[in-house]
């Protein structure tokens, strides 16, 4: 089985656009996660899903964020609009079994975002 | 409040070495988990172990070992007969229900031949 898949592997934007990351999870998880690194805040998780529905987005740092997931198998980060200190690595990861978030989370390979 | 610390930002060894990676977590509920993920230089987050805060005895895998100990709040790694190819980044990160994963800072492990 393939393991969760991010696209793009690498943006570079400029300041004020719109930026959408992707994410399909493995198939048959119920919870997705997505998370930001950065050198000066480490790994923060930003909001969660359980079955398609947000549980937390208490992580999402501001308005400018959004994250939607229509169905099971594909999730999106939008940045609108973009700002340079939102350059990071961004993972998102799914997890199997319902009524257990705490359960091992696959990582995807991420996305580097650079606002320039 | 929960948080984890990993008070160790880089450790060097020399290949055959053993490291031991601390871990030290803080929580008042009784109900928690416990994981350690590597983040090779590669980038992606693979995950090593998962602990429940009901469950203290140790584990060992092949080279890789941890000690949980409630009494002093921490999880440590050890690595036996370190290679090259167990440099990475290491993260500690703890769960508690109704929260979220949080991670420590990550522990910097080179190993050099």
């Known amino acids: 089985d393939a393991g969760v898949i991010q696209s793009p592997r690498h943006e570079v934007t400029e300041m004020g656009q719109e930026v959408t990351l992707r994410c399909k999870p493995i198939?048959?998880?119920?919870?997705l996660f997505w998370y930001r690194q950065t050198m000066m805040r480490g790994l923060e998780l930003l909001i969660y899903?359980?079955?398609?529905?947000?549980?937390?987005d208490s992580g999402m740092p501001e308005d400018r964020f959004s994250a939607k997931m229509p169905n099971a198998s594909f999730s999106t980060l939008k940045i609108q609009p973009s700002e340079p200190r939102d350059s990071a690595v961004y993972f998102c990861a799914s997890s199997p079994r319902s009524g257990n978030p705490a359960n091992e989370q696959f990582f995807g390979p991420g996305t580097r975002l650079t606002v320039l | 409040a929960q948080k984890v610390t990993q008070a160790q930002t880089e450790i060097s060894v020399v290949e055959k070495e053993d490291v031991t990676l601390d871990c030290v977590y803080e929580t008042r509920d009784t109900t928690y988990y416990l994981f350690w993920y590597k983040q090779p230089p590669s980038g992606e987050l693979v995950f090593l172990i998962r602990?429940?805060?009901?469950?203290?005895q140790n584990e060992i895998s092949g080279r890789y070992s941890w000690n949980f100990q409630k009494s002093t709040s921490s999880f440590n790694f050890t690595i036996t007969a370190s290679q090259v190819v167990d440099s990475a980044v290491y993260f500690c990160?703890?769960?508690?229900?109704?929260?979220?994963?949080?991670f420590g800072e990550g522990t910097q492990l080179t190993v050099n031949p």
């Open positions: 899903f359980n079955n398609n529905v947000p549980i937390d």
């Open positions: 198939s048959g998880h119920d919870y």
């Open positions: 602990r429940n805060s009901f469950d203290e």
């Open positions: 990160a703890q769960w508690i229900s109704g929260s979220r994963l949080t």
